[in-house]
């Protein structure tokens, strides 16, 4: 066979042969089986054949069925038919994040959300969180009544005394602060407008679990006009990030991660896709997908956004300012983005507002306002401002504020000074939360008045300015909740409901001002029906003149970290922790470094072993990191392309009262996150580690099923030699037979299949896959996937159908040690998604000894969980490790009490009912979503026409942000996959 | 039948002389509004309608909870009808006479349809074809039908007597045979014989040594086991088989009286039947369609009041329970495949209470997937593939030629 050119690695310990991981990989199952109870002799034998003999007794001797109730409707609403799934479209908003969605219901409650491709702001697309958000809302952590002091009372108490003590606060001439997380809904600021009337020393403090305050400042000082604008990556041929994780969680990595697909579809017809650079400390989404990755200090992003503007400023004949490093590749970005001026972006994760007046520069030397930036569209969902919560912690310390309501928002855990607002609260005379379910601050507050969760929310959204969208409960409240807002309208003394008040409002805005609609019902019914409403309007995308002072700004920014610099991040599964208690989110392994369940400290190769530590397989040691005078005790992670001298931690973990799940896994990082100038700061210099020596395992899925010495695990090539030859980089294996070399097909051992109906296919763009990971939660929600805890996930036990399979890889021959060495410092990374592939000739149906995966005359490899009897031949004989092993029952079971969706009452209301939850002892794996491909079959039958392309689409293919994946009829000339395949044949 | 055929014929040769002259009449003044048809496909349209929603309140022949409907499109005029079905209660209240003396007359507001012009057409080009039939015919079809199911095959009581009849012969050649036995032996006795010859002669049958014999043991005991064998493994197939179960219910529903005596259709009140995989048990506010006014006062009518009025639903105990592991949908038979629903839930026109009539094993859905014939007449997905099916084969199509008995079309 060819040698291969390129070396891939899944992790560390691959790359360095390690003996014990090598003895291991060969292994499907790991060789010891954690039954729990080694010690006590065959115990577990005897007791299974004891058991195996007085069920089969007991089963055969009690053969009367249980009595099973069927419910009708009291009284069957007309739009729901039991069976038939209901689709409500709504929006999702939690802390600083939005996403415009549609709501699958099936029997009135919400299973599942997928993205709306009629919104702007969103494209269609979701993320992990969002997926996830449905399991958060049958949470039984939520709260089930309003309570003062810790004890339920009835909403008529609360109202009345919240009224007294309000009026008492505002009629002493006191101050009353709603702290919140942005807002962007019109009618929640018009409430809130109500509220400010009857209490005159109101006053709204908005902030965001993760800030972005710096380009808001950074515009106001460049244009005159504070916001964070809405980006268009579908136009930039170059791109250059300076540690902005775009596609992945920085400000809208949904319509993002989509715009940036859009120039890396390649084809027949495109042959040219954009340049990404990518400037980054810690490994990111981003940075894995970059064309040019280089690793730098946070301290060095300042010289190094001084040096891109030098370069482009001596193209543009403008003026330099001082200071900057210049270096070979910011030379060829300034080359990249000169070429592609008005079709370029410079983007930058910094929170200095020093930085973003330069970044600003920059783009505004290469006419990117108007054509890729458009000022006018500010991002209202990041607008929380810092220097207004700044304010608030001093005046909360200095006594001078009497009311606090925190508004769906957690600043005890997720603002940096969490514990000064925490120690001071005591000082407010009136202390309330409107938080859905507990968490720090609602634990620390006297009243709790619980908002209801947004599936059960009515509300509107101007997440971006010009963009309106709305959302409607799909689902009647769960528990004795209220709506925020109308809590915020009693306490003002409007007896309306939000939903009526919020019309009212549209009214008087939105209908007035069109002339589409001349009635409000018809209006009404489409915006809600849509989920989005854009008022038609003429103005241009904003270009305002460049204003800022970049010498003033260059000057300001800090020069020169000392000694090691932290840099704090959010991960794609957990973000900012709003979510934490959701499990699915917490066994997301994090798409670069492959782990789950806690934050750790990420550190470059060469620091590790300078410390003395050798990672192998999640096996580590945890460290005491300080910072100013905190000191957290936290695991190692080894991450390939960390920037020397930097760490690297996530936020979102560490929660003090979030709930089972979430509680003690992992460290607070929001501590340690920096005020500079009255912004946040997320890059802290002076860090300092100090080894313990305590060993510990952090879970990866990361070298699970891995396969060393398979050449061509991943295929591909490089944009040139794609352009010279269509097919570079594709492996075609051949078979030496005694008469020459043949294809593979050519000497099956099968006969084959014959398809006459339907052929199901799905094809996979790795050009376009960021490895964002939206499609394992969707394929987790769709298909009643476990969670199985971090316990089993380092048993190598996780459940997931649909992996992402993360490659380093270099050019540097196997035999370079040195250079390999060096390429694991700053890899290439690739993606690649990873379910069952249906194999026409399957090797796993040929092993079965029971016949309980079979090939079905569309194409599926079936898998019949009541037929299986749990040999697990077949997932020894599958050549891509994708078949999954019910080691114990998930479901019911206290022992995995974090398996959410199955283990309580109100979880399993999330479960599809279309798809069976399986048992211990059967073996699953990716059925393509044969319920929605027999539904949709149905659908057309029942209309009596051939299934539509695009009408059957798998979660997974439904949920991608970026459209690399396409699922559909082979067998249909006209469906999108079988022309995709065509192209490459 | 011949006779019935011509009959009906001429009739409708009047009717539609009569009509066309109407039409030369009246001109163009009807124009503009619905017309009725002989079409047989919006008559088919229209019986699909009329059994789905306004047999619960309608016959053709008879009052029910409103008027007979035979001949009403000759009774009222057309636009009328299409007002009066679309909004009964904006008749009445406008002032119309011919709604005011209905309302009168049967004390009750008809429900209002949101049927488009055409499927109102539809209902009554239906209603229209029926009235034209004698009222007798609808009698005597079924005793038509039951005569022609008898006269094929042998009917079961001649099996019985040839099976008797053969008993009873070979109970005849037994006492034949013994009494022969007899008669030779006494022969024998008499004539004069060597040892070995009388040994043989005088032979006993010795019953003991036959019982202990091996032979005979080994066919008992082979017998033994294979009989147990075999009522062990009946037994475990009928685990969790429920066929006959008839649980009483909360409320004493006769579907023998609703859906037999009055023949609602099934699809009135199982309203998902065509659409959903659950068929769906109504919920009280279609039983309250008729029940306010008929019988309001039953003992078991009251019990859905009181449902309603203390908000707790009405628990039925379900009858027809397949394991979760597998999965079923009533539209894909119903709408697309066509069955009937007697087909599986037997003759529930004649259940007091209803049971369980198929034992639903898989072994019972697996034969009917390999005996029926995929419905595929005018169903444009099964075009290409029924032209493929007879390139290959002469037999219809069965489902199972369309991969009808593969895994994951029931279990995922």
Redesign the interface.
């Known amino acids: 066979m060819e040698k291969p050119k390129k070396q891939y690695w899944k992790g560390l310990e691959q790359l360095s042969n390690d003996p014990s991981f090598v003895e291991k990989e060969k292994n499907e199952f790991p060789e010891m089986l954690p039954t729990g109870n080694e010690d006590s002799g065959a115990s577990r034998r005897d007791f299974l054949k004891m058991m195996g003999f007085s069920v089969a007794a007991a089963s055969l001797a009690a053969c009367e069925a249980p009595i099973r109730k069927a419910i009708p409707y009291l009284n069957k609403p007309l739009e729901i038919d039991p069976g038939v799934p209901v689709y409500y479209a709504s929006s999702y908003m939690n802390g600083g994040d939005y996403c415009s969605v549609v709501v699958k219901t099936r029997e009135g409650r919400p299973i599942k959300i997928e993205g709306n491709d009629l919104s702007a702001v969103s494209g269609g697309g979701t993320t992990a969180q969002v997926e996830a958000s449905v399991l958060s809302l049958y949470d039984k952590q939520r709260f089930q009544n309003p309570t003062n002091g810790g004890s339920p009372v009835t909403w008529e108490d609360l109202d009345k005394e919240v009224i007294s003590q309000l009026e008492s606060i505002s009629s002493g001439g006191g101050q009353i602060r709603i702290v919140a997380n942005s807002i962007y809904s019109p009618s929640t600021l018009a409430a809130i407008e109500e509220f400010k009337v009857k209490y005159p020393g109101t006053e709204v403090v908005t902030y965001d679990s993760i800030s972005n305050y710096g380009i808001a400042k950074a515009n106001e000082l460049s244009f005159g006009q504070a916001g964070v604008p809405l980006y268009d990556f579908s136009q930039a041929k170059t791109i250059v990030s300076f540690d902005a994780d775009f596609l992945g969680t920085w400000i809208n990595p949904v319509l993002y991660s989509k715009q940036f697909s859009k120039t890396r579809k390649l084809g027949p017809n495109n042959k040219e896709m954009s340049r990404l650079y990518s400037f980054e400390s810690n490994m990111s989404v981003t940075g894995a997908n970059a064309d040019y990755r280089t690793a730098i200090k946070p301290s060095e992003q300042g010289a190094y956004v001084i040096g891109l503007y030098n370069a482009i400023a001596g193209k543009a004949g403008a003026e330099s300012i001082s200071g900057g490093s210049s270096s070979e590749i910011i030379n060829k970005a300034a080359e990249g983005l000169w070429r592609s001026q008005g079709a370029s972006i410079v983007v930058s994760g910094s929170n200095d507002p020093n930085v973003q007046v330069i970044i600003n520069g920059i783009n505004s030397l290469l006419g990117n306002y108007g054509t890729t930036i458009d000022l006018n569209k500010s991002v209202n969902f990041r607008s929380g401002n810092d220097e207004q919560m700044e304010k608030f912690v001093a005046d909360l310390g200095a006594g001078s504020v009497g009311g606090v309501i925190f508004y769906n928002c957690n600043p005890i855990y997720d603002y940096p000074k969490g514990d000064a607002i925490a120690s001071n609260l005591s000082k407010a005379s009136l202390t309330l939360s409107t938080s859905d379910r507990l968490d720090e601050t609602s634990g620390a507050v006297t009243y709790i008045a619980p908002d209801h969760h947004y599936l059960e929310s009515w509300n509107d959204a101007e997440p971006v300015a010009g963009h309106f969208s709305l959302s409607q409960p799909t689902i009647s409240n769960l528990f004795n909740t209220r709506q925020g807002q109308e809590s915020i309208l009693t306490w003002a003394g409007n007896e309306s409901s939000y939903y009526d008040f919020m019309k009212a409002n549209w009214e008087a805005t939105h209908f007035a001002n069109q002339l589409a609609e001349s009635e409000l019902q018809v209006f009404w019914d489409k915006t809600l029906h849509d989920g989005v409403y854009m008022p038609a309007t003429d103005t241009q995308a904003g270009a305002i003149a460049f204003a800022g002072d970049l010498n003033l700004a260059a000057a300001n920014i800090p020069s020169g970290g000392s000694g090691l610099e932290l840099v704090i991040t959010s991960t794609v599964a957990v973000g900012a922790g709003n979510q934490a208690n959701n499990p699915w989110l917490q066994e997301m392994p994090d798409p670069v470094t492959k782990a789950c369940w806690e934050n750790y400290l990420t550190i470059s190769q060469p620091h590790a072993a300078e410390l003395g530590i050798v990672m192998s397989e999640g096996n580590t040691q945890k460290v005491d990191l300080s910072v100013g005078g905190t000191t957290l005790n936290v695991p190692v992670v080894v991450q390939p392309g960390q920037a020397s001298g930097t760490i690297g931690l996530a936020l979102g973990y560490g929660r003090r009262n979030a709930g089972l799940v979430a509680d003690e896994l992992g460290v607070d990082a929001n501590p340690l996150v920096g005020i500079v100038n009255g912004t946040r700061s997320y890059a802290v210099s002076g860090a300092s580690i100090s080894v313990t020596g305590e060993s510990y395992q952090v879970a990866h899925t990361q070298t699970h099923q891995t396969h060393m010495d398979r050449h061509y695990v991943v295929q591909e090539s490089t944009l040139g030699e794609y352009q010279k030859d269509a097919a570079a980089g594709r492996h075609f294996p051949q078979i030496t037979t005694l008469k020459g070399k043949k294809q593979p097909y050519d000497i099956s051992l099968w006969k084959g299949h014959t398809y006459t109906n339907h052929h199901w296919g799905m094809v996979i763009d790795m050009n376009s896959c960021t490895g964002c990971g939206t499609c394992t939660i969707a394929c987790q929600a769709e298909n009643n996937v476990p969670v199985v805890g971090k316990e089993e996930v380092l048993n190598r036990r996780e459940m997931t159908w649909l992996r992402i399979d993360r490659y380093y890889s270099s050019d540097a021959d196997s035999s370079d040690l040195k250079g390999l060495e060096k390429a694991a410092e700053n890899p290439e990374v690739t993606f690649q998604p990873m379910m069952c592939q249906h194999c026409n000739n399957a090797p796993c149906e040929t092993v079965c000894p029971v016949a309980a995966t079979t090939h079905s005359t569309e194409g599926l490899n079936q898998m019949v969980y009541n037929r299986c009897i749990g040999t697990r031949y077949c997932a020894n004989n599958c050549p891509y490790k994708v078949r999954r092993f019910n080691w114990f029952k998930y479901h019911d079971n206290s022992q995995f009490s974090t398996n959410l969706s199955m283990s309580n009452d109100l979880g399993k209301m999330v479960l599809n009912p279309d798809v069976t939850v399986r048992s211990r002892g059967v073996m699953e794996k990716c059925t393509m979503c044969v319920q929605r491909i027999q539904y949709g079959k149905l659908e057309a039958k029942k209309e009596k026409r051939r299934v539509n392309d695009g009408e059957v689409v798998t979660a997974c293919a439904k949920a991608c942000p970026t459209d690399a994946i396409t699922f559909g009829d082979l067998l249909d000339s006209k469906s999108k996959v079988s022309k995709m395949l065509k192209i490459e044949k | 039948m011949h006779k019935t055929n011509s009959l009906s014929f001429i009739n409708h040769l009047v009717r539609f002389i009569a009509f066309i002259f109407t039409l030369l009449f009246i001109g163009t003044g009807l124009s503009q509004a619905q017309e009725l048809t002989e079409d047989a496909g919006v008559i088919a349209q229209g019986e699909e309608l009329f059994k789905g929603n306004c047999t619960a309140c309608h016959k053709i022949n008879e009052k029910l909870l409103g008027p007979a409907l035979r001949d009403v499109t000759e009774r009222r005029e057309l636009d009328w009808l299409l007002t009066y079905i679309k909004n009964p209660q904006k008749m009445i209240s406008s002032g119309d006479p011919i709604a005011n003396e209905l309302f009168d007359e049967y004390q009750i507001v008809m429900t209002s349809f949101p049927f488009s012009d055409d499927q109102i057409a539809s209902i009554l080009s239906y209603i229209r074809a029926e009235s034209a039939k004698p009222m007798e015919t609808a009698v005597a079809a079924p005793s038509a039908d039951g005569e022609s199911v008898a006269e094929s095959g042998i009917p079961e009581g001649y099996m019985n007597a040839i099976m008797i009849g053969l008993i009873a012969i070979l109970a005849i050649l037994l006492v034949v045979l013994f009494l022969i036995i007899n008669v030779l032996s006494r022969f024998l006795k008499e004539k004069d014989l060597d040892d070995n010859q009388r040994e043989v002669v005088n032979q006993r049958l010795d019953l003991r040594a036959l019982v202990k014999s091996n032979a005979f043991l080994g066919f008992a005991a082979f017998f033994f086991t294979a009989i147990v064998l075999k009522t062990a493994l009946d037994?475990?197939f009928?685990?969790?088989v429920?066929q006959g179960y008839a649980?009483t219910q909360p409320i004493a529903f006769s579907h023998k009286l609703h859906a037999g005596q009055y023949e609602i259709d099934c699809n009135y009140c199982h309203?998902?039947v065509r659409?959903?995989?659950?068929a769906?048990?109504?919920?009280?506010?279609?039983c309250m369609n008729c029940h306010l006014l008929v019988m309001p006062d039953s003992p078991e009518i009251a019990k859905i009041y009181d449902?309603?009025d203390n908000?707790?639903?009405?628990?039925?105990?379900?009858v027809h329970?397949l394991?979760?592991?597998?999965?079923f949908?009533h539209?894909?038979h119903v709408?697309?495949g066509g069955i009937e629903c007697e087909t599986c839930h037997g003759p529930v026109k004649e259940m007091e209470v209803i049971q369980q009539h198929a034992n639903l094993t898989m072994g019972w859905c697996i034969n009917c997937h390999r005996e029926t014939n995929l419905n595929t007449k005018?169903?444009?997905?099964y075009n290409?593939?029924v032209e493929?099916h007879s390139e290959v084969s002469k037999e219809p199509m069965k489902v199972e030629d369309?991969?009808g008995l593969?895994?994951?079309?029931c279990?995922?």
């Open positions: 037994g475990v009928t685990v969790g429920q649980p309203t998902g659409k959903s995989k659950n769906n048990i109504p919920s009280p506010n279609i449902a309603i908000n707790t639903p009405i628990e039925w105990v379900r329970n394991p979760d592991l597998s999965y949908n539209s894909q709408e697309v005018g169903n444009a997905y290409k593939l493929l369309n991969g593969e895994c994951s079309r279990h995922y």
